[in-house]
């Protein structure tokens, strides 16, 4: 199914959302091989450091012209930065520029940025309006339910954005005070779908299954979902959703290799796109999120954390296939008493930044 967004027409309403320091240029860019993947979200990105050029936010935001459709994340108070930086992303190609109103960390909350604005529409409404006055791509903002269970202020937030020119909404079904702990409030994503007028309001949350996406549609009446951790740990989860939803089938699990040819792809793409010594040390913390789904996988996990090169990679995947194979019957798959429990909405979330956001 399509997404409108303001002027852009998106093919799929499938959108993966951002994980700090994992869903980077190469993971977008393997996402995309594997098909069925909508639009894509920078890492948050510091509206000034953008103008000051900074090197470490030129790097958030750089892309291929296959890393498209692609929307970069912008925070910060001063609304004048933002519409510079959103100038400076139109000029780059970018799609669409996404504004954070969500985001917990103490340091951006102190600026007034991040998840400080859903007790401020106002203030929220006023960067938006400055910024789609400036800009000809769509401009989208992204929020949680609110600080607590008490002050659910999504709805009348996504109300004044629209009113100042926001073309979606994307809403994570928690507040600022549970994190990533509890349950997705479904109800209260669908109280922003029922507040706004005309602009989609994307859902994101605990997808981490065909199913979970299918409840997130079915329960919100969002437009589209946002997938984040459960396309790292299952980078197939959109091609599986729209086999599902066309099909009503469930696709098997991948294979061990199938992970194995991911795992090498992702880091072919960090050492083509960083070098080799830095997309190895990259990688090293990526890989322990992979290994995640391979079973008993200490000695792999033993080994990556000191990961220097990619023909390491590869003895390291050769030793670990041998030791691995104590855990195998005699088909090849795991003993069950070894197999990695199902995906679904309980979901360990990655330590490292992204454990913020």
Known sequence: MRLQL???TLDSNLCLAPLAGYTGLPFRLLLRELGHTGLCTTDLVNARSLLEHNRKALALVASRPADRPLAVQLYGPVPEELRDAALLLEARGVDVVD????????????????AALLGDPAKAARLVQTITAAVHIPVTCKMRLGTDARHLAAPDLARAVED???????VHGRTRQQGFTGPVNLTGIRAVVQAVK???????????????????FDETGCAAVSIGRGAFYNPWIFQHIRHFFATGALLPEPTFDDRLAVLRRHLDLMVEIYGEADGCRQFRKIA??????????REFDRRMVQLSSRAEFEEIVAAYRHWRARFLDATGELLPAYRPRALGESFTVPTGPNEFW
């Not at 504004?99 to 991040?114: A, L, Q, W, Y």
């Open 6 to 8: 303001g002027n852009r």
């Open 164 to 170: 100042a020119g926001a073309a979606g909404i994307i």
């Open 288 to 297: 322990l999120q992979y290994s995640r789904r391979f079973g008993p996988a």
């Open 198 to 216: 005309k602009i989609p309001v994307i859902g994101n949350g605990d997808i981490t299954t065909p199913v979970a996406a299918k409840r997130m």
């Open 99 to 114: 504004i954070n109103m969500g985001c917990p960390v103490r340091k951006i909350c102190r600026t007034g940025s991040g």
